[in-house]
């Protein structure tokens, strides 16, 4: 710094500099280390066979480089399960991690397991962008991409622009992180943030859960971003611990001088349940738009609204009730810590017994491949990330983005009601 | 690069996403490339992959590719003939992809573009001539660090080639 003027980092160029060897700032192109690789059923074998094309078949990172069997588990036909064979077969020849069948979605393992502040991730699937709850550089790329960072162990990336997202307030009663990140995305657009890293701060957030941090970090993209972060504190720290991992904390958090693309400034008090309607996660409305929409399936998991709380939120809304008989009821746990703590808390005794098929963990029927494909002009509510056209298995059903709240409402009431109703 | 492409427009809308490209009701063909490609963008325009022709090119909006990061939908696209894509703009991990499977996606301004265009495109030269309407557009170069990797025929070749990434001289 010849000119003698400090130039602030925000959380990407600090973790980004870090891993090229350099300073970097925002628009630099370099090549970096990454330290945590990922791919699922889905996106795995088509890097495998890249791999094995160029003759590549070895991992620089095998303790941390994890292929993920979560988007069609267990297998529904023969194609997908030859598939899991070749991540399988992968992971004996290289000795790299393989998450099997019922062990949960790629992006809630990795924050539980693998994924620390201050770490690059990059993984073969869109929502990577969740792990950056935690303070760490994490973005989707394709299986190209990751499969050359699994043998390599480094990847190129553009250094982005940040947009600093300060929230402020406390929700009102009925409103919940889901309901925030919808808002922000109904706000900037689907492309609003293409490129750029998302910070999310503010007391809001420093207040929030690590699991309603995830919720916000795993939506990122939905605004075109390339990740979605936020700073390691005591919350990460009390996080890590519970996962037996406390030692791997450190503190990660962006200059006070670091020079933002753009500063959003959010009341959380100022929100309402929200929802997005079909066919783009943008197309967001307030809840008494919606109210009286018949829904035929109800959906709760997924990376973005499948952890403990929002299984605790469905539970407390479905005690003692039952699911609308023109409603059904699908819940997905996002691991097997969260199934394991759910049935320990009873949450999924409440559950079944409100009348809801309980799946293994993984992403059921989120990306249309099994376990509630949607039937023609069917209408879901889901606690996913997104509601393109086709999504669910059928383009021509219709899905609706909420939270987890929100959508147990809808599986009593049969049709979107306000949760704030029955809260 | 190469000598001027040419070929039919088929013109999309904004926010053609990957769920419209490579549909997860097919997620089990995604190790069948070939039959998978017999899809492509089906849900978007029923007469696209039974119609397209070797060569011709996907004409977009806004926002080309968002969703997931399955780079079966750049690779299916590419496999049914299509020489290009030209859109508005494209989703950050759509655009990677392309590059790295060895599809040209160029940005520039669409809206004069119709359906059925016959269009000429000269990647080297930046322009794109719209032969029915008698127009030329231009379009904004790629990083070039992306040519490096296009030109290399995907990120795979590069690997192959240089053995690590080579990304300046
Ligand atoms: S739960 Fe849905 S969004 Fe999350 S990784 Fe699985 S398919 Fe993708």
Redesign the interface.
Known sequence: MYSGEHMGKTISEKIIGEHAGKEVSAGD?V?AGVDVTAVQD??G??AVQ?LR????VEAKNPNRTILFID??APS??R??S??HN?LRQFAKDTGVILSEVGEGVCHQRLVESYVKPGDILI????H?CTSGALGAFST??????V??GI??G?T?L?VPETFKINVTGKFQKGVYAKDLILHIIGMIG??GA??KALEFSGETIQNMTMSERFTLTNMA?EA?A?TGLVESDEVTRRYLKEMGREDEFRPIIADEDAVYERIIDIDASAIEPVISAPH?VDNVKSIKDLAGTKVDQVFIGTCTNGRLDDLEIAASVLKGKQRHPDTRLIVTPASKQVYIQAMEKGYIQTLVEAGAAVMAPGCGPC???HQG?LANDEVCIATQN?N????????DSYIYLSSPATAAAAAVAGEIIDPREVL | MKEPINGKAWKFGD?I?T??IA???Y??????LPELAKHVLE?ADPEFPSNVNPGDFVVAG??FG???????AP?IIKLAGVNAVLAK?F???FY??AI??GLPVLICDTDKVDEGDELEVDLSAGIIKDITKGIEITFNPL?D?MIRILNDG????H??KHG??K?ED
């Open positions: 192109i090549v889905g996106t074998p088509l890249q094309k160029i003759n590549l988007h069609a529904p036909n194609d997908l030859n598939a070749i993984g073969a699937d869109s990577t989707g790329m394709g299986s190209t991409d499969a050359i043998a390599l480094k190129w553009r689907a492309d293409t490129y993209v075109g390339k783009t990306v249309g491949v494909i997104r393109f056209k086709g999504r669910m298995g059928n383009p | 926010d996403s769920d419209l549909p997860g009701r997620f089990h063909l995604r190790t069948n849900d806004r926002n968002l969703g997931s990061s399955r780079e079966h690779t703009s989703a950050r991990i990677r992809n790295n499977v990083p660090v995907g990120l795979a070749s690997i192959e690590d990434f990304l």
